[in-house]
């Protein structure tokens, strides 16, 4: 085993281990420093000899055929994977800590108005158990702002009806507390005492959300059933749950939301993250002037 491939296997153990990542965030980590290690190979260069030089041209291929934001991700994980490579004493100087993240952020993340939010709430059919588990899961992510992820994966044990919070175990392992208002819990609560039950046929499950076969809701197929609700309101545009994600957020910032508040029911680890939102309030503020001020025009 040469050096590199040491260093890459010293580097995921390190990320599981030290850093407690979940499985899919080593996963993506692995498929970026692979793509970077197969890259110095072709250039026949040890991990101890790679200069800035070499990172900069690793980055410009990329940038010929990747969007700004894989771009971005690549350098955050190159930036971590030197980050273990100072520690373990492979290196003493950080060839990676002077790379600039693309400029991207003029590509605002895609949400719904409250009103199209309104139109997919009504969607669901409200007369058979399928329905209600839909109109309960779309409330509850639009209500928390909850990763698809981390509201399939929700447990019984992990939600309190009583007083609307939601004990959630998100990226890295984190435990956060996340509320939910009146409306979503009157779903959620409807969908628990009814149709969860006539899926279950008698057995048991520790997870919130189960489909017919009373498995567990998947990231895919909830997709396909946010999509075929689009499509039934005419819609040409295509949905994923993360914009109801991005639809919480934006919401919540131009009702007067706190930032910071915002940052941490979304479990993001830095409120630059988050900031990204600010942007999109700011072009609401901007249009609410244009059409309401006076002298606008």
């Not at 969007?67 to 955050?76: G, L």
């Not at 899961?137 to 447990?155: D, F, H, P, Q, S």
């Not at 809701?217 to 295509?238: D, E, H, P, T, V």
Request: aromatic share 10%; charged share 25%; glycine share 6%.
């Amino acid at each position: 085993m040469n050096l590199n491939r040491q260093v890459f296997d010293s580097f995921l153990n390190y990320l599981r281990i030290e850093k407690g990542l979940s499985e899919n965030t080593v996963k993506a980590y692995s498929f970026d420093i692979e793509e970077f290690l197969k890259f110095s190979e072709l250039e026949q260069k040890e991990l101890t000899g790679i200069q800035y030089v070499d990172l900069t041209n690793f980055l410009q291929g990329l940038q010929e055929r990747l969007s700004a934001r894989s771009v971005m991700r690549k350098i955050v994980s190159l930036r971590v994977f030197y980050k273990f490579l100072i520690l373990d004493g492979y290196l003493t100087e950080n060839p990676a800590q002077n790379l600039h993240m693309p400029r991207f952020w003029h590509t605002l993340p895609k949400y719904l108005t409250k009103l199209e939010i309104e139109a997919l709430m009504a969607c669901p059919n409200l007369g058979s158990p399928h329905g209600i588990r839909d109109r309960a899961m779309l409330e509850m992510l639009y209500a928390t702002g909850l990763r698809i992820t981390e509201l399939i994966r929700l447990k019984v044990g992990e939600v309190n009806l009583e007083i609307g919070i939601l004990q959630i175990i998100g990226k890295g392992d984190k435990q956060r507390l996340v509320p939910f208002g009146e409306t979503a819990r009157d779903w959620l609560r409807k969908y628990m005492l009814s149709s969860r039950s006539r899926f279950l046929k008698g057995c048991t499950s520790r997870f919130v959300f189960l489909t017919q076969q009373r498995r567990p809701m998947s990231r895919q197929y909830f997709w396909i059933l946010l999509n075929r609700y689009a499509r039934s309101l005419g819609w040409k545009k295509k949905l994923n749950p993360h914009m109801l994600r991005h639809s919480f957020a934006t919401h919540m910032l131009e009702n007067g939301a706190d930032l910071r508040a915002v940052q941490i029911m979304l479990g993001h680890a830095d409120i630059s993250t988050t900031q990204i939102y600010t942007h999109v309030t700011r072009q609401h503020l901007k249009e609410v002037y244009a059409r309401t001020h006076p002298r606008a025009k």
